[in-house]
């Protein structure tokens, strides 16, 4: 069965806080997709990162980093120096070769950054 | 470049009632996919279409249906509206499979 686990319901930082957004997945694919995405209260997701499961470097991008890990099957965001701006709900998501587009999302987590 | 476009952006209607909803996906993607996203929940796949067929369904009864036409564009259809039915419907569009998938601001469907 393919899952992704976001065990963070709701995250709490004053502006400047690093935070770090956990993501936990199963599948049985050794091929995959793995996906971050950020919801504003507009409504549209916004696509932030795409990693494929043969590529385990670490990414930064600005204020964001990913940490990809296939060793626990964790795939985890964090935002350093954080700003009201980020607040948003995030989600990440999975997605299998040959799942014709279907992507698995997480729950999300609700982040709100304070000034 | 135009990114993904959904009409209407609300909706009300009485359980029982049918609904479509519509999506122009953006220039140069030819994949179209929907989603259902309850309250508080994250979005579910409903189906995706590319080049005017389904090609990929999630756990949504058949009462659920689309459409894509030759420029791409889609429709979502959802007959004998229930309770249940009342979320954020979201489409995304997409050049192939598993690259970025761009997500328009979605439907917001009431049913009462």
């Known amino acids: 069965a393919q899952k992704v686990t976001q065990a963070q319901t709701e995250i709490s930082v004053v502006e400047k806080e690093d935070v770090t957004l956990d993501c936990v997945y199963e599948?049985?694919?050794?091929?995959?997709?793995l996906f971050w995405y950020k919801q504003p209260p507009s409504g549209e997701l916004v696509f932030l990162i795409r990693r494929n499961s043969f590529d385990e470097q670490n990414e930064i991008s600005g204020r964001y980093s990913w940490n990809f890990q296939k060793s626990t099957s964790s795939f985890n965001f964090t935002i350093t120096a954080s700003q009201v701006v980020d607040s948003a709900v995030y989600f990440c998501?999975?997605?299998?070769?040959?799942?014709?587009?279907?992507?698995?999302f997480g729950k999300g987590t609700k982040l709100s950054v304070k000034p | 470049e135009t990114g993904v476009t959904q009409s209407p952006t609300h909706l009300i209607k009485t359980r029982g009632q049918q609904v479509t909803l519509r999506c122009s996906s953006q220039?140069?993607?030819?994949?179209v996919s929907w989603y259902q996203q309850a309250l508080g929940q994250g979005p579910q796949f409903i189906f995706q279409y590319y080049r005017e067929e389904e090609n990929g369904r999630g756990n949504f009864p058949p009462r659920f249906s689309g459409l894509q036409f030759p420029n791409y564009s889609s429709e979502l259809n959802v007959n004998a509206l229930e309770l249940d039915d009342s979320a954020l419907y979201l489409c995304?569009?997409?050049?192939?499979?598993?690259?970025?998938?761009?997500f328009g601001s979605g439907t917001r469907l009431t049913v009462v």
């Open positions: 998501a999975l997605n299998q070769r040959g799942s014709q587009g279907n992507l698995i």
């Open positions: 599948t049985r694919d050794t091929t995959y997709y």
């Open positions: 995304a569009s997409s050049s192939g499979d598993h690259y970025g998938y761009t």
């Open positions: 220039s140069g993607h030819n994949t």
